[in-house]
């Protein structure tokens, strides 16, 4: 039994010794991430680029610097003015990401944190210099074309620092109180025309309604003296028992309407108190 135990003791000695050994002299690299090394005896970053996976390394003269090469969101916001002089608060997301081949000379020249040196200063000027070339009232109304715009400008500078800018994306944009203000009334001024317009269109119609009402009174009017002059009182005749007859009929459907003969006599045996 003592001698399984030693064996056991020696057995998780060099198996601990093994996790240490790996530890210490070789480096993990895990999915969306690549490394490269910096040398301290040869000084600098190495120009090989480790993929995922388990690396080997000398541990005191090297060190591996490990860098995600996925895209990842800044957003930066910059306040600015317009050619109009119009004070304008926007913010812009940028998805980035490094150019992998490139991870030597980057990390080298810039550091870990190569994308605060470099994207907020980059987008901060470009969005200086394109807003500064249109009127508020163009931003609004031409926000997509000007974000196209911005979008080229900001992808195109990024490449001369060797990053890869998936996607670039106006997320707000504001103007000053004043300006805010002015639209609003610009906007209630429109809605108040739009309603005046409709007004003025209505009465219109209403009066060309009254004239074409008036000429068919009128032209009935001409008709009617025709036919009198042509047919003597008959057509007054007719008219005014068809008149009769209406009211007439109207007088019958109604309960309180009580029908007297015209000749005398007794209508109703009724008994007087």
């Not at 992808?155 to 504001?174: E, M, N, P, S, W």
Request: glycine share 6%; aromatic share 8%; hydrophobic share 40%.
């Amino acid at each position: 039994m003592e001698r399984i135990a030693n064996m056991m003791s020696i057995a998780g000695a060099a198996i601990l010794g093994g996790g240490v050994f790996l530890n210490t002299f070789f480096y993990t690299v895990d999915a969306g991430h690549r490394a490269v090394i910096f040398d301290k005896a040869f000084g600098g970053v190495k120009e090989t680029i480790s993929g995922e996976g388990m690396h080997f390394y000398i541990p005191f003269l090297q060190k591996p610097i490990i860098c995600e090469i996925r895209s990842q969101p800044k957003t930066i916001t910059s306040v600015t003015g317009t050619r109009d002089l119009q004070q304008v608060e926007i913010s812009c997301r940028v998805l980035f990401r490094p150019v992998e081949e490139f991870l030597p000379s980057i990390y080298n020249n810039l550091g870990a944190n190569y994308d605060e040196k470099i994207l907020p200063s980059l987008v901060n000027e470009v969005l200086k210099t394109e807003i500064a070339k249109h009127d508020a009232l163009q931003l609004l109304a031409q926000r997509e074309r000007i974000s196209s715009e911005i979008k080229e400008e900001i992808t195109q500078r990024a490449r001369g620092f060797r990053l890869t800018l998936d996607d670039v994306a106006i997320t707000h944009l504001g103007f000053g109180k004043e300006f805010s203000k002015a639209i609003e009334m610009k906007q209630v001024a429109q809605q108040d025309a739009e309603r005046q317009k409709f007004i003025v269109q209505k009465n219109e119609e209403e009066k060309k309604a009254i004239i074409i009402r008036s000429e068919g009174e009128s032209e009935a009017a001409e008709l009617i003296s025709e036919a009198v002059k042509k047919y003597g009182d008959a057509l007054v005749e007719v008219r005014r028992i068809d008149a009769a007859k209406t009211i007439v009929e109207t007088l019958a459907k109604s309960p309180n309407i009580t029908w007297v003969p015209s000749t005398g006599g007794n209508l109703l045996n009724l008994k007087t108190f």
